[in-house]
């Protein structure tokens, strides 16, 4: 016999979003998934993930020429294939399934489904199918998240033309960060935060961030973390932190890593 199990909405909780970056997420350990149990207790949890590195292996695997332009990836409608077929699926499957290990009910969506992810392509001439994000519709996000699910989010999304384009991960996850209203936001990455003379800088400031890029401390693809970082800042989400996928997250989401705290400047992309 066949039986139904429905979920309850749950009560009011503050939103976390962590973008789990490609660079790390082979390396993710059972501790590392494990303490999304804990920080479900206090949070409602949406993960964004990249994918770098593994539709890189499947566009070689595949003979395909890959090409980057200030750390975006180039892609034509045969790459987009791939990168759909990456991130909507082997990369999402593995979280997932990660996740649903330990108890959680993890649901892969992706951002190009249910208006979430609504874009417009970033140079259409240079870059091709890559798109920046014009608009958020979080509704299918609050509704899992109302029913106790909890969203795993691959970064593509739709055009105005229907067409699916890449969204680099930080990027996506930012923007989300801000439309669901989050009130925490991590990067996941494969260093312990942002290194400055090879140690951690324990916090930040989005003016101290442009000096560091400006002096070339902070390059390649920490760039598009630190400004989504900065882009999400709001009265709401009052502090963005960058931190190591190698330990479990902490509880409260805040005791390692690079805080960035601080007001961003009126126009920062
Ligand atoms: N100041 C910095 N501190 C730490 N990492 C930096 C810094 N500047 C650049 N990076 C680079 O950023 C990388 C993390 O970004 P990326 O490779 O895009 O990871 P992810 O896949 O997690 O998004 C680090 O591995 C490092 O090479
Ligand atoms: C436009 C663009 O570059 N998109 C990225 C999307 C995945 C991503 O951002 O993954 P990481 O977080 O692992 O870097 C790409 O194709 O690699």
Redesign the pocket.
């Known amino acids: 016999m066949i039986t139904s199990k429905s979920t309850q909405a749950t009560e009011p909780k503050p939103i976390l979003v962590v973008?789990l970056?490609?660079?790390?997420l082979d390396q993710l350990t059972e501790a590392f998934y494990e303490s999304f149990i804990e920080l479900q207790k206090q949070y409602y949890c949406i993960i964004v993930h990249?994918g770098?590195?593994a539709i890189t292996k499947l566009l070689n695997k595949l003979n395909i020429e890959g090409e980057f332009h200030n750390?975006l990836r180039k892609t034509n409608l045969e790459t987009m294939e791939v990168v759909e077929m990456v991130l909507g699926g082997s990369v999402s499957s593995q979280i997932t399934g990660n996740l649903t290990k330990q108890g959680i009910k993890a649901v892969g969506v992706k951002g190009s489904e249910a208006s979430l992810l609504q874009a417009d392509y970033l140079d259409k001439e240079n870059l091709g199918f890559v798109g920046k994000v014009l608009e958020v519709d979080a509704t299918v996000l609050h509704q899992l998240l109302d029913q106790g699910y909890f969203p795993v989010v691959a970064p593509v999304g739709k055009t105005l033309d229907h067409e699916t384009v890449n969204i680099n991960?930080?990027v996506a996850a930012g923007a989300i960060a801000r439309s669901v209203g989050a009130e925490k936001l991590l990067?996941?990455?494969?260093?312990p935060?942002?290194?400055?003379d090879n140690e951690v800088m324990e916090e930040t400031t989005p003016a101290e961030i442009e000096q560091?890029i400006e002096k070339g401390?902070?390059?390649?693809?920490?760039?598009?973390?630190v400004h989504s970082a900065i882009t999400a800042l709001s009265d709401h989400l009052q502090e963005v932190r960058i931190v190591s996928g190698e330990q479990p997250l902490m509880e409260d989401g805040s005791l390692s890593g690079t805080s960035i705290r601080g007001k961003r400047k009126e126009k920062v992309e």
Not at 187 to 191: L, Q
Not at 193 to 196: D, N, Q, S
């Open positions: 973008k970056g490609g660079s790390m990249g770098g590195p750390g991960a930080d990067f996941v990455t494969d260093v935060g942002i290194l400055f560091l401390t902070i390059y390649g693809g920490m760039i598009p973390k």
